[in-house]
């Protein structure tokens, strides 16, 4: 599956910014997604994840509460809705895709990945 994020942009701390990983392939309604960011000289982290069915979930701690994962795989889609950003959320944000859902998720357990889009929040 081909993945392509976007939706990145520059904000205000504590305002909002939807991404969205569209996908290409038939079979992505089986895939779970999954959103990494890293920010300049740090490691890929996770951020959030979601089954392919779409009921389940999993958030990284740092982003509970602020971010929601959802998808529509009718449209071959996952969006990920940031809310209240701060500035420490600036990063370079990808989307990723694995057959298994894995908890907690790494970033060596997703076999494909999107180019990156980028979210600045300033202060």
């Known amino acids: 599956v081909q993945l392509q994020a976007s939706g990145g942009g520059l904000v205000q701390a504590g305002g909002s910014l939807r991404l969205s990983c569209a996908a290409s392939?038939?079979?992505?309604?089986?895939?779970?997604v999954a959103w990494f960011r890293q920010a300049p000289g740090n490691e890929r982290e996770f951020v959030a994840q979601?089954?392919?069915?779409?009921?389940?979930?999993y958030y990284a701690d740092s982003v509970k509460g602020r971010f929601t994962i959802s998808r529509d795989n009718a449209k071959n889609t996952v969006y990920l809705q940031m809310n209240r950003l701060k500035p420490e959320d600036t990063a370079v944000y990808y989307c990723?895709?694995?057959?298994?859902?894995?908890?907690?998720?790494?970033?060596?357990?997703?076999?494909?990945w999107g180019r990156g889009t980028l979210v600045t929040v300033s202060s």
């Open positions: 990723a895709a694995a057959f298994k859902y894995y908890t907690p998720p790494r970033s060596t357990d997703f076999d494909s």
């Open positions: 392939g038939r079979t992505f309604s089986s895939y779970t």
């Open positions: 979601i089954s392919w069915t779409g009921p389940s979930t």
